[in-house]
C-alpha cells in the first residue's frame, strides 16, 4: 500500500545536474530516514545519501560536495541535487525510506528505480 515513486532520472553530459525527486504515499504514520542507493549491474547497491527527520544528512565520499540530498516533510518528499556528474555516477538510483504505519513499527520501503546515465 505504501508507496515510492522516482522521477528525475535521465541522460546527461559529464558535467551536467540532475534532480531526482522521491514522493511517498499511502497510510504512513511517519517517515524516518529517507535515502538514495545506487547500483550498477553486477554490483552490490551502494549508499549515496540519507536524511534524518531532523534533516541531518550523510553522503558516500565519493559524491560529497556535488550531490545534495533534502526533504520535504509535508509533501512526503526526498530529493537529490546531482551536480558535476560524472560517468561513474551511471547507476540505477534506489529511493529508500523507513516508515512506521503505526507507531513503533518501522519497515523499510523502496522505489521501483531511476536510470541515470552519464555521458562522457
Known amino acids: 500500500q505504501v508507496q515510492l515513486v522516482e522521477s528525475g532520472g535521465g541522460l546527461v553530459q559529464a558535467g551536467g545536474s540532475l534532480r531526482l525527486s522521491c514522493v511517498v504515499s499511502?497510510?504512513?504514520?511517519?517517515?524516518?530516514?529517507m535515502g538514495w542507493y545506487r547500483q550498477v549491474s553486477g554490483k552490490q547497491r551502494e549508499l549515496v545519501a540519507d536524511i534524518t527527520s531532523g534533516h541531518l544528512t550523510n553522503y558516500a565520499d565519493s559524491v560529497k560536495g556535488r550531490f545534495t540530498i533534502s526533504r520535504d516533510n509535508a509533501k512526503n518528499a526526498v530529493q537529490l541535487q546531482m551536480n558535476s556528474l560524472k560517468p561513474e555516477d551511471t547507476a540505477v538510483y534506489y529511493c529508500n525510506a523507513g516508515i512506521q504505519e503505526v507507531p513503533s513499527i518501522e519497515f523499510d520501503y523502496w522505489g521501483q528505480g531511476t536510470q541515470v546515465t552519464v555521458s562522457s
Open positions: 499511502g497510510n504512513v504514520f511517519r517517515i524516518n530516514s
